[in-house]
């Protein structure tokens, strides 16, 4: 199994970005699959989690990024919107089955 993201890059305040995450490989049940971002130094930061039960969002992140499953294609995509300077990160794809999956990450970089 691997964990594809795509996506990631560079953007001014204000912008859009789409990432998207793909299970390769992968034809088990999904419990849920998650978007994370760390930062040098820092502890990984969960942005999104997305189950049968819903969404959750980062305090940080809620009314700008929207995260959504495609349950039939294994992927997960997030949608950011008026990203800012503090959004800089690498962004990391998980999912959660019987075993769990860490894509390699993308980054994304804002700044003007």
């Known amino acids: 199994v691997e964990l594809v993201e795509s996506g990631g890059g560079s953007v001014q305040p204000g912008g859009s970005l789409k990432l998207s995450c793909a299970a390769f490989?992968?034809?088990?049940?999904?419990?849920?699959m998650s978007w994370y971002r760390q930062t040098l130094g820092k502890e990984p930061e969960l942005v999104a989690r997305?189950?049968?039960?819903?969404?959750d969002y980062a305090d940080s992140v809620k009314g700008r990024f929207t995260a959504a499953i495609d349950w039939a294609k294994y992927t997960i995509d997030l949608q950011m919107d008026n990203l800012q300077s503090e959004d800089t990160a690498m962004y990391y794809c998980?999912?959660?089955?019987?075993?769990?999956?860490w894509g390699q990450g993308t980054q994304v970089t804002v700044s003007s």
């Open positions: 998980y999912l959660e089955s019987i075993q769990s999956y």
């Open positions: 490989g992968f034809t088990a049940s999904i419990y849920y």
């Open positions: 997305v189950s049968t039960d819903g969404t």
